[in-house]
Each structure stands twice: as C-alpha cells, then as structure tokens.
C-alpha cells in the first residue's frame, strides 16, 4: 500500500491569505491522498521572533493586498471580503484568544478544529466582526458544531497556562524550522532529513510538484465545504 502524504498547515485566522490555504489544501485531501494536519500557531509570536512585520503597515503593500485579495478570493472560491474594519480588529484586539481557542480544540475536539477554524474566518475576514470576545467566541463553538457543555469548557480551558504553553510551543516549533510569516506548509520530501517549509498561499502548486501530486488548480472535482 502506498504511503498516505503527511502536510501540516501552521495558521493563525488573522491571516486572510492563510484561509485561502486552508480551503484549498482541505479540498486536496482526497485527490493526494493526504492526511492535513491542522496546528494553530501565533503570527505575532513569528513575527516578533523574526523581526517580520505585517504587510498593512506598508500603506502600498496594504492597497496592493486589499486588490490581491479580491482576485485571489474569486480564483479561489473563498470569501475574502478585504475591509479596513478588519484591520482595525487585527491591530487593536488581535486573535490571541481565537488562536488559544484553538488550541485547545485542538487538544479536546480535534474533529471540530476545521470548523472552527472557519467559522472564525467567516467572522473576521468575510463579516469583518471582532473574534476576541467571549459570547463570541462561544457562538462560534455551536456554529462549527461543538456542544454548549463543551464549548463553554473550551473557552475555559483556552485561558489556562497549559493551553496558553502549547500555542506557544508549536509558535517556536514552526520559526525554528524557518517560517517568517503564514501560511506555513510543511511536509517530509524523501530527499531531506528534516520538514521542508513551503510559504504562501501561492506555493501549493511548488508543493503538488515537490510531492509528486497532480495540481488541479484551487477548486479540485470534489469541491469545498463552503
């Protein structure tokens, strides 16, 4: 029997173009035979270890993204909708909490970390709605499917210093394998001993060819969840 392909996605949702990896790597499962693995990381954390800074900061960078944006969602069949309100979430209250949340579904629910993975997308980069509240944040957990018992034991658990240590942890993990910024993809090439790192939404087909999978463009025959 063939060997199933490994990918990891190391993501934070307060990266728009992380989203569009997300969806398009979800859809690839069957057509690569791929086991996704999803770990919720930092992007503050990465970019304060590297010294990265976001790209909005650069008044050019940030207009040439909010275009970018745009075509990337509609080639990609994901529901980007660039707005300044969502800067203006990013750079106040930020997506510590989400990514925390995370975490720990991770860790007590892993079948439902896609989901609200999503779902917390949908909020902050299609509604362009704050994810840091904790209603919020709760509504979000029954929208992806969790159970009111343990949502509520999710937002719980996402405040304690294990939880806050494991986000941080695989933070670290993925800088020391040389991630600047997100997406991060990586995955075991058999000429290499260690993980190769493949950054950005547009190095899926680089991956594909590296992996020896076909590339059907981002909306493979099955289709995605949304």
């Known amino acids: 029997m063939a060997r199933r392909l490994a990918v990891n996605l190391y993501y934070d949702v307060t990266s728009p173009y992380t989203w569009i990896a997300f969806e398009v790597l979800c859809r690839y499962r069957v057509p690569w035979q791929m ?19 976001p790209p909005g900061l650069l008044p050019e960078r940030g207009r040439y993204m909010f275009k970018d944006l745009k075509r990337l969602s509609s080639f990609a069949n994901v529901p980007v909708t660039p707005n300044p309100d969502t800067w203006t979430y990013i750079m106040g209250t930020g997506t510590l909490k989400a990514q925390r949340l995370l975490t720990a579904a991770n860790e007590e629910c892993p079948e439902h970390l896609e989901e609200l993975s999503r779902q917390l997308w949908i ?67 058999p000429q290499f001993e260690k993980p190769q790192l493949f950054f950005g939404a547009d190095r899926l087909e680089l991956l594909a060819h590296c992996v020896g999978k076909p590339w059907l463009g981002p909306n493979p025959s099955q289709g995605s969840k949304l």
């Open 35 to 53: 086991d996704l693995k999803l770990q919720p990381v930092f992007l503050g954390g990465i970019m304060g270890s590297t010294g990265n800074q």
């Open 123 to 189: 909020r902050l980069w299609q509604q362009s709605k704050e994810v840091d509240q904790p209603d919020t944040l709760l509504d979000l957990c029954g929208k992806a499917g969790v159970s009111q018992s343990q949502a509520e034991r999710l937002c719980e658990l996402a405040k304690s210093a294990d939880i806050k240590e494991k986000l941080k942890s695989a933070t670290q993990d993925i800088v020391d394998i040389g991630a600047f910024g997100l997406p991060a993809i990586t995955t075991q090439l």
